[in-house]
DNA sequence: AAAAGGTTTAACTAAATGGTTGACAAATGT
DNA sequence: ACATTTGTCAACCATTTAGTTAAACCTTTT
């Protein structure tokens, strides 16, 4: 067993991929372009994933293995919901600038392929939104938090949190600033984001 | 010339090929399949657009005029801040509803193909922020608003009022709820993600 | 050092795909 | 009525693309 070279034959696969996928997405990706990029003969992608569709899921099964756990903070941590949203914004933020492709990618492929994505469920276990409810509904109930059901709460933390980095062509434009001028906005956001949430829940 | 014709045969493709192009991109998207869509033989296709990415060109097109003039009331409407937010999120997302597949579409399109976003750009005249940077200065300044740069506010109520759309997948999974359930979210939010706006910013 | 077994490559295949052509039909102008 | 233009289609073409094959190549084992 060569199991040097195969393991880094393998890994080097994979890095190509993620790079091809994340950038044309399953359908503008090209075999033979993962391989260029990897360095490698095209059927080495066949000998190790067997299909171009085998070989996306396993960049997509990553992709959502690092993204998925970042939703705990929010939906299981133990802390203060103010807290949660501090460090989710600020934490989520610093990551996806390190990796600005993995939300697009994510977003979009489930929108293409629905069905698929339930298999994945099964398996990887889905973040569940019911401890993050149970804490806002008591929050809500003593008064803590102006009233909002959690499914809004979380939905308006996502939604603010990720879209700047899914809407960035269509957000420079409008907003007329070139790329370092967005960035230094993304940057602020890290905790502008969590301020205006706090401000819009607290009583 | 036969007028009659010419023009229902290119308006049924054109409403096959946006179908198709909505559905599955400019990627995934097969001339074969808008035809077949359309009813027509696949070289009406060319006949009347010359190529795909002249017929996607149209397509896009048509689907970014529908949606830009919508930001306009954000952006170049004489109300107040907080008509503004209330009418836009109100209006926007009663037309989205309507068209849930329009804003995955033109953000997704918009990421893959920067460049000829720019070509757009000089015919189409994107809106422009300038207007509502001014207003959100004076109701900082005089204190009627929370201190909060305009590219912040306009970046959170995009977010806020598009997401939920470009991500619903996800969030139906995590929220586990069924696509009654989250049409009655996205209904809710009408008038929920004004609210949740105003409280963020109002003194 | 030779057999064995996993790894890598060039050459190949079959199907799909965007696009073209030429024949033909339908409408229009004279 | 007849010629010309315009619209439509089936068949075809060239290229691309995912996937296969068989031989060569290492690396380890015996």
Redesign the interface.
């Known amino acids: 067993m060569n199991k040097r070279k195969t393991n880094t034959t393998e890994a080097s696969i994979l890095k190509a991929a993620k790079t091809i996928f994340l950038h044309?997405?399953m359908?503008?990706a090209r075999m033979q372009e993962i391989a260029d990029e990897a360095g490698i003969n095209k059927s080495m992608l066949h000998y190790y994933f067997r299909s171009k569709e085998l070989l996306f899921k396993a960049v997509f099964m990553e992709a959502f293995s690092t993204l998925a756990p970042q939703?705990n903070e929010i939906?299981n941590a133990d802390s203060s919901i103010c807290d949660k949203i501090k460090g989710f914004s600020h934490n989520y933020i610093t990551f996806v600038i390190a990796h600005p492709y993995l939300p697009?990618f994510?977003?979009?492929e489930?929108?293409?392929n629905?069905e698929f994505?339930n298999d994945l469920?099964s398996k990887n276990h889905?973040?569940?939104?019911k401890k993050f409810k149970l804490q806002v509904k008591e929050k809500v109930a003593d008064g803590t938090l102006?009233p909002?059901?959690a499914?809004?709460l979380?939905?308006?933390i996502?939604?603010?949190n990720?879209?700047?980095f899914?809407?960035?062509?269509?957000?420079k434009?409008?907003?007329?600033?070139s790329d370092t001028q967005f960035k230094n906005?993304i940057e602020?956001?890290k905790t502008?984001v969590a301020e205006?949430?706090i401000?819009?829940?607290k009583v």
Chains 1, 2 share one sequence.
């Open positions: 044309k997405g359908d503008g939703l939906l697009n994510i977003l979009q489930m929108n293409r629905n994505v469920i889905f973040p569940s939104i102006r909002i059901k499914e809004h979380f939905i308006n996502m939604a603010l990720i879209f700047p899914v809407a960035s062509p269509l957000l434009k409008v907003l007329d600033t906005l602020e956001r502008e205006f949430i401000n819009a829940i």
